[in-house]
């Protein structure tokens, strides 16, 4: 098992930024690759970026390239999504994703493991 929390969520002004958390705890996170999904309110649970297990292949969805970032950081066991130049059509909420296929990381159905959510809200 392993066990995700997501922080880091809050509301900020359009043009702002935000780093979100995801904490992980139990079974080896190192060896597990990491996505990132975003659901606003009505609409389905949509991929925003993945990162592999070591850190060292990242990739995102075009909506987001060039103003997320994601990392990671073994020794913690945690990995991270900096978010620049937020824009209102980026409020929804924020869930991390483990799963031990890069490929596999990015679909809903194939994650293994999903934190609870924190929400992020972008005022115009």
């Known amino acids: 098992q392993v066990q995700l929390v997501e922080s880091g969520g809050g509301l900020v002004q359009a043009g702002g930024s935000l780093i979100l958390s995801c904490a992980a705890s139990?079974?080896?996170?190192?060896?597990?690759?990491v996505g990132w999904f975003r659901q606003a309110p009505g609409k389905d649970r949509d991929f925003v970026g993945a990162?592999?297990?070591?850190?060292?292949?990242?990739f995102y969805t075009d909506s987001v390239k060039g103003r997320f970032t994601i990392s990671r950081d073994n020794a913690k066991n945690t990995a991270y999504l900096q978010m620049n130049s937020l824009k209102p059509e980026d409020t929804a909420v924020y869930y991390c994703?483990?799963?031990?296929?890069?490929?596999?990381?990015?679909?809903?159905?194939?994650?293994?493991?999903w934190g609870q959510g924190t929400q992020v809200t972008v005022s115009s």
């Open positions: 994703a483990a799963a031990l296929r890069t490929t596999s990381v990015q679909f809903v159905r194939e994650c293994d493991y």
């Open positions: 139990g079974r080896t996170f190192s060896g597990y690759a």
């Open positions: 990162t592999s297990a070591s850190g060292s292949y990242t």
